[in-house]
């Protein structure tokens, strides 16, 4: 059996600087260590429950997070970026999808880093007319190929808002509570790895019983993007299928919701570029 593991870093429990976040942060080999802690013991776990083959997606920032050599051998590691697919590139094909680190959608409020995708240029998100998150839009991909997603550990307020609402038959693994942007509280690590360990069975069990499902949506996809700056929309409006509702907010239709993805993707890292010329 095949485990497929995403990994971001902003619902993982103890970060809370932005210092933790960027390979220069004074933080950084700390929320590293943290990073490649939790994803072991996740891996160990679904490969003491019958997996015998597990693909790690680092997917934060430039996506060289994990400690490569911390990984057990039945470890497959994703790294770098910018790569088709992002956070859940090579998923397809796996029997089961975990997501750690994973935080609330932009707006949210008492979360820990709350954004969607992009922090610097996405403001709001909607798949056919339901604002997501980024587990809710890898979680669709997913889904899609039939994958689906049967543990979430991260930020409490996506547990309680889209988790449990979306897909009532994930585990949910509480790793910080936030009572603002930037800080939490955390379980000792103890706790957590063995809530982990516990959750991991537990999800196992349910997918082998037949409750977890992939999460759907319809096809062909409605997607609207709003984007931080209106010089963000006018570059994504340079897309012929791309329609502008106003200044900063923009919608398309897509054949899948792979393809749905690239588009987002691709207007994600055209906001970057406009960034970087504007503001250099």
Known sequence: MRAFISLDLEGLPYIVSREHLFVKGALYSEARRIATEIVKVTAEALHENGFDEIIVADSHGPMVNILPEEMPEYVELVRGFPRPLSMVAFAKDSDAALFLGYHAKAGTAYATFDHTYSGASIDRLEINGVEVSEFLLNAYLLGSWNVPVILVGGDKKLI????????????????????SRYSAKSPSM???????????????????????????????????????????????????????????????KAKTVEEAYRVFELLTLASAGVSAIVMR
């Open 160 to 179: 309680e808002d889209d988790v449990r609402k979306f897909t009532p038959w994930v585990e949910g693994v509480v790793f910080k509570e936030s009572p």
């Open 190 to 252: 103890v706790k957590l790895k063995n809530e982990l360990r516990e959750s991991v069975s537990r999800a196992v069990d349910r997918l082998k019983n037949g409750e977890a499902k992939p999460l759907k949506t319809e096809e062909p996809v409605h997607v609207k993007v709003r984007f931080l700056r209106s010089d963000m929309a006018d570059t994504a409006e340079l897309l012929p299928f791309i329609k502008r509702l106003d200044g900063k907010t923009v919608e398309f």
